[in-house]
């Protein structure tokens, strides 16, 4: 089993200002097979990332992944009031296909 | 437009059984594999089972292998999670996914609560 680990738990960060989340792998995601979701209170998960660095449909230029092997991040690179958010990795390229404990990205 | 509807959550003693449907519309149920997660209050998300798209290869976490069952029916464009022998830790909302490169398309979800 893939264990991902996020990092920090919680990053308090104010309106405009750089986020960036690591999820770390204990071992290798094959073909970059690693996902990022952005969760609200109440909602489903939305998905952000997928591929490691590929941005779904309809979600804005300032989210952006990067990473390979075992170590990703996710860069919010202007916050906007709206990405206030927990926010999960996921790998989906072997089984079972495990998250991450998730970060808090909160308003400072 | 993708719509997934999850149903047959509810409040079901330890050692009990429930099944939970999703019901899926606005795209070929049939290309996709599709995938069911979950999330305990206040905790963080939970990969369960992930079912191929003519239901021949299944995937389980290992806490619920043997006691749940992942199953679609494609004529019926409906996904299903046969739950049995729960467990108060089993008690979460379920979620269904439709997965492709990463889950795109979620249900608004269900709730489970395992309790006597």
């Known amino acids: 089993e893939i264990v991902l680990t996020q990092s920090p738990g919680t990053l308090s960060l104010s309106p405009g200002e750089r986020a960036t989340l690591s999820c770390r792998a204990s071992q290798s995601v094959s073909s970059s097979y690693l996902a990022w979701y952005q969760q609200k209170p109440g909602q489903a998960p939305r998905l952000l990332i997928y591929g490691a660095s590929s941005r779904a449909t309809g979600i804005p230029d300032r989210f952006s992944g990067s990473g390979s092997g075992t170590d990703f991040t996710l860069t919010i690179s202007r916050l906007e009031p709206e990405d206030f958010a927990m926010y999960y990795c996921q790998q989906y390229g072997s089984s079972p296909r495990t998250f991450g404990q998730g970060t808090k990205v909160e308003i400072k | 437009e993708v719509h997934l509807v999850e149903s047959g959550g509810g409040l079901v003693q330890p050692g009990g059984s429930l099944r939970l449907s999703c019901a899926a519309s606005?795209?070929?149920?049939?290309?996709?594999?599709m995938t069911w997660v979950r999330q305990a209050p206040g905790k963080g998300l939970e990969w369960v089972a992930t079912i191929n798209q003519d239901g021949s290869d299944k995937y389980y976490v290992d806490s619920v292998k043997g006691r749940f069952t992942i199953s679609r029916d494609n004529a019926k464009n409906s996904l299903y999670l046969q739950m049995n022998s729960l467990r108060a830790e089993d008690t979460a909302v379920y979620y269904c996914?439709?997965?492709?490169?990463?889950?795109?398309?979620w249900g608004q979800g269900t709730l489970v609560t395992v309790s006597s």
């Open positions: 996914a439709r997965s492709n490169t990463g889950y795109y398309y």
């Open positions: 606005g795209f070929t149920f049939s290309n996709y594999w």
